[in-house]
């Protein structure tokens, strides 16, 4: 990645499923270990609640708190990383899911952006949110995936 | 739909200036309309209509900031071009529901190991 001012990122995309069933595969942990990257995602299903994503060895990735959970529309978490000093220097970042019906689609919004100034973090993860929505896509459309490790 | 979709994404790609502005938001994001006509020798409404032909093909996002409207790259659309064409020459398909199976499996097997 090259170096960019950027401090917030934004990934549109469009996915032929109900909006219940995406939310299913956003925060079922035991759904997203098959197409983000083998990692749980374990929101509890309330604000304020824990969230972590946890590694295929059990390793705390990253982890936080569920700032909204407004099921199937919106999710919003509060997240740092756990595994490398300088990026869990850098504090908090924010995600937010956004779930629309379109058509015969759902509309997915994700938004990632810091609360503080850093930009290394956020970079690194943004590198990793297309794959992850690309498997997300063909999963939920296919039942097929193209797995891929984190780059 | 999604033919559709990928049509408005080469149209909109298919023009020198509108791959500038894409340029200048991977850069940086949360650009405004007068940061984004900075030292581009267009009018502001010229700029205004490329955005909007980039919104439309959703390769450009935006959100409001006060009065401000703050605008950013949705890079998904760009990703799955690459996808299409390049990513899969490269790697093995696998089939997830496999993966989900061996994974819960392996699981069970730890399981009874304790």
């Known amino acids: 990645m090259t170096t960019t001012e950027?401090?917030?990122?934004?990934?549109?995309?469009?996915i032929r499923t109900t909006v219940e069933r995406l939310w299913e595969a956003l925060t079922n942990p035991e759904e997203t270990v098959v197409?983000?990257?083998g990692m749980r995602s374990t929101p509890e299903q309330k604000a304020g609640g824990a969230w972590s994503l946890v590694s295929r060895d059990g390793q705390v990735m990253d982890s936080g708190e569920v700032l909204e959970f407004d099921a199937p529309n919106r999710l919003v978490l509060r997240w740092r990383n756990e595994w490398k000093e300088e990026y869990k220097a850098e504090g908090y970042t924010r995600c937010s899911m956004d779930l629309e019906p379109f058509g015969e689609t759902v509309k997915l919004t994700v938004?990632?952006?810091?609360?503080g100034d850093g930009t290394q973090f956020i970079g690194a993860v943004?590198?990793?949110w297309p794959q992850i929505l690309s498997n997300l896509k063909s999963w939920l459309e296919t039942g097929e995936i193209i797995l891929m490790r984190y780059k | 739909m999604e033919g559709e979709r990928e049509d408005r994404v080469f149209k909109a790609l298919a023009d020198g200036s509108r791959r500038m502005l894409l340029?200048?938001?991977?850069?940086?994001?949360?650009?405004?309309?007068?940061?984004?006509?900075e030292g581009l020798g267009m009018s502001r409404q010229a700029v205004t209509k490329h955005l909007r032909i980039l919104e439309g093909a959703d390769l450009v996002w935006w959100r409001r900031s006060g009065r401000e409207k703050l605008h950013f790259l949705n890079p998904v659309p760009i990703d799955a071009i690459g996808r299409r064409w390049i990513e899969k020459f490269e790697r093995g398909r696998l089939d997830g529901l496999a993966e989900l199976k061996n994974r819960l499996e392996a699981e069970d097997d730890n399981d009874r190991a304790k």
């Open chain 1, 111 to 115: 938004r990632h952006w810091m609360e």
């Open chain 2, 23 to 37: 340029d200048r938001l991977f850069a940086r994001g949360g650009q405004t309309l007068l940061e984004l006509t």
């Open chain 1, 6 to 14: 950027r401090s917030e990122f934004v990934y549109v995309t469009y």
């Open chain 1, 126 to 128: 943004s590198n990793g």
């Open chain 1, 35 to 37: 197409y983000w990257y």
